[in-house]
């Protein structure tokens, strides 16, 4: 496997990571990218492969990338819960985002709470949900803390019935 270099100091990022290339940042750098340089949070997001968010504290949408926002193609993601956009069923029988008995055992809102308790990113943390289209879809979630946000990445969205 080919060593993976922050873009931004140089430093070599986790070999045994395989979602590493989702940021291509340490999260120094990351932080320092988005808050610091001249790169706007808009041009890195969209150079993402995948559908990328930063997030609230409470999982509401702050920016999106096109492919993100892809996910719910009939409205706005901004403002939304991310349990709205990725349209889990759970979101619209029982309640909001976050606030059922059921996103306890919630992957994705276990791993943004994590990062933003502890500033540690994850990688590849794996998620199978159902969704309102009587699919489930199962996502690899990656995340970042950036200042008062988490960056969440879905890599490899698949859908099975």
Known sequence: MAQVLCFGCGCSLDEGDHFRHLTEACAPCLNSLVFASGISLSVYLESRPHPAALLAH????????SLFRALKLDRDVVGL????VIECMYSTALGRCGQTE??????????????????????????????NAAARRSVAITTEKLGDSVLVILADLSVTT
């Open 102 to 131: 059921v996103c306890i055992l919630c992957s994705l809102r276990r791993a943004v709470e994590h990062t933003w308790r502890t500033g540690e990113g994850l990688r590849g943390v794996p998620m199978t949900y159902p969704s």
């Open 58 to 65: 409470d999982h509401t949408v702050l920016f999106a990338n």
């Open 81 to 84: 819960r991310v349990g709205e």
